[in-house]
């Protein structure tokens, strides 16, 4: 079973440029989240979705930070513009549904703002 | 508001030893709890789990221990290997899938 897919791995940018993550769950997950986890740090959710609904954004600095999964399958997380304080490894993960207590993370894509 | 804390960002064990890791959490309505294991340049992986109910759940060389009273829970492996030197997150689990993770604790396992 392939695991979860996520691309870029790495990326370097200035600040007030703009980037974009992209995500492919496990096949069949329901589920998907974006977290960021900044160095030292453990990883902070910024949105949840199940399918293609918006379960929970609550974190996510919405005058910058947006995100969608249009289809219910693959996902983008994008940020526009970048400060430097966005600097942080984004790692995607899913769930065969919401309330299932485990979560299978991608390797995550490692941002650089300078 | 850290809800989820690991007051130890570094441990260092030797080979054959008993690792603990600790993990303490501020909220009494987490009903779920984890760890995840992370190697450099990946993604955490799950370990080990316990739901509230219990109070100590054993996988092989890993056992986790949750002390509900004290809000705190501990993971223990033994014996420990060089390959468990990775960084371990403990989490938490609220109802409707809320997950809420600790800062990391990193584990070299000394040979």
């Known amino acids: 079973e392939a695991g979860v897919a996520q691309s870029p791995r790495y990326k370097i940018i200035e600040k007030r440029q703009s980037v974009a993550f992209w995500c492919n769950p496990i096949s069949g997950h329901a589920t998907l989240y974006w977290y960021q986890q900044i160095l030292g740090q453990g990883p902070k959710l910024l949105i949840q979705f199940q399918n293609n609904g918006v379960v929970d954004d609550s974190q996510l600095p919405k005058d910058r930070f947006s995100a969608e999964r249009l289809k219910g399958v693959d996902s983008t997380l994008k940020i526009q513009p970048a400060k430097l304080e966005d600097s942080a490894v984004y790692l995607c993960a899913s769930s065969p549904q919401v309330g299932y207590n485990e979560q299978f993370f991608g390797p995550g894509t490692r941002l650089t703002v300078l | 508001d850290q809800q989820v804390k690991q007051n130890s960002p570094s441990l260092s064990v030797q080979e054959g030893r008993i690792s603990i890791l600790n993990c303490d959490y501020t909220?009494?309505?987490?009903?779920?709890f984890l760890w995840y294991k992370k190697y450099p340049a990946e993604g955490p992986t799950f370990l080990i789990s316990i739901s509230s109910i219990k109070d100590k759940n054993e996988d092989g060389r890993f056992t986790v221990f949750l002390n509900k009273s004290a809000k705190h829970l501990s993971l223990h492996i033994v014996p420990s290997q060089p390959g468990d030197s990775a960084v371990y997150f403990c989490a938490a689990i609220l109802t409707g899938n809320q997950f809420y993770f600790g800062t990391g604790t990193s584990l070299t396992v000394i040979p």
């Open positions: 909220n009494s309505m987490f009903d779920y």
